[in-house]
């Protein structure tokens, strides 16, 4: 009879602690398998900070550890220092916008690849943001245009910008080719704005101070500003971004890298590729929302306050197609970015 209770006591601790471990792989948005994946390798992922909460909270819950891959994350002030970084080594992916590496195809002979897809805009969303003055003070998009609440740029009337100072992230970007295009629609001329580059954080300091009549800031740092009294302008993407090519996302911004890395890390590559559409497609869920704020917060410092109204990007849950990305010459062409329109269109992992 004692047997018989030792027996069943160790069937009830045995059973304890499978549920533990069972609870316990629950906390995490991404299951693991009861087998630990094989390791495949580490990636440096580089990124303005605005741009890596998703990369966090794959890494917190274990999006990319399931795929056997372990991930680096590095903060970069500009779009220029991650593509210097990728061309160098220093990092195997960078998150940047397809615009620029089209750019640094064309002008550097870069050989990019885009890997995975980050987030981007639906149809809707571009109408929508485009009647902005319906819809005063909510943020439509990741990125918008704003001024302070005393300034005299009124709301997307785009030719009030000429003769102004406004911070962008980087010359030629997608905030500044999306601007150009706005003031050409309405009669206005871009090359009487003084541009100048800013990170979306000294954005904030900037407009408060005066220094700046306008900045493109990107979220969380858009809503920060915001919150600190800033009057939303306009939206420079949606007048240069345009949907996909199956009608649903057109992609924003993306995971690059080289085709040299890319061969050299296929495998790991090809993981990172699965884990980001995983995280993507969870990340577009109500049920994470919480836990993504709480990201958002801890990688960039802005305030709780700030984090629980983020809008939250439509996070792009399929491969991209060359057609993704076949507006961006045409209207980089439109505004004399590019001397021709560019003809050489960037790797797309498949």
């Known amino acids: 009879m004692k047997r018989f209770f030792k027996l069943v006591a160790g069937v009830l601790v045995l059973s304890t602690l499978s549920m533990s471990l069972v609870f316990a792989d629950e906390s995490k948005a991404c299951k693991k398998s009861s087998k630990p994946a094989k390791s495949i390798g580490e990636l440096v992922v580089a990124g303005q900070v605005s741009q890596l909460p998703s990369v966090q909270w794959g890494i917190d819950n274990d999006c990319y550890s399931k795929y056997g891959l372990e991930i680096k994350t590095e903060i970069v002030g500009t779009t220029q220092i991650g593509m210097a970084g990728i061309v160098g080594g220093s990092y195997d992916l960078v998150i940047n916008t397809p615009t620029n590496l089209y750019l640094a195809n064309a002008n550097e002979g870069f ?11 639906t149809p809707s969303e571009l109408i929508r943001a485009k009647l902005e003055p319906f819809f005063p003070g909510e943020l439509l998009l990741q990125t918008a245009m704003i001024a302070r609440r005393d300034s005299n740029i009124r709301v997307n009337n785009w030719k009030d910008l000429e003769e102004k100072k406004v911070a962008i992230q980087s010359f030629l970007s997608a905030d500044h080719a999306g601007t150009a295009l706005a003031m050409l629609q309405s009669g206005a001329n871009f090359k009487k704005v003084e541009f100048v580059t800013l990170t979306s954080q000294q954005m904030v300091d900037a407009l408060k101070k005066g220094d700046v009549d306008a900045v493109i800031a990107n979220d969380p740092f858009a809503t920060q500003i915001i919150l600190n009294g ?35 890390k296929s495998q790991a590559m090809r993981a990172f590729q699965k884990a980001t559409l995983e995280i993507n497609k969870k990340l577009n869920k109500k049920k994470y929302e919480p836990s ?9 410092g802005v305030t709780t ?12 849950e399929r491969n991209l197609v060359p057609k993704d990305v076949a507006y961006i010459p045409s209207n980089l062409w439109k505004i004399s970015f590019v001397r021709e329109k560019l003809k050489v269109a960037p790797t797309i992992l498949r």
């Open 230 to 264: 800033g009057q939303i302008i306009g939206y420079p993407n949606a007048y240069y971004a345009q949907s996909g090519a199956e009608a649903d996302t057109g992609v924003a911004v993306a995971y690059v890298s080289n085709a040299k890395t890319v061969n050299k």
């Open 111 to 121: 050989s990019g690849v885009i890997v995975a897809p980050r987030h981007g805009y």
């Open 292 to 300: 993504f704020r709480s990201a958002i917060a801890k990688v960039t």
């Open 305 to 316: 306050e700030a984090a629980a109204k983020v809008r939250i990007p439509t996070f792009i």
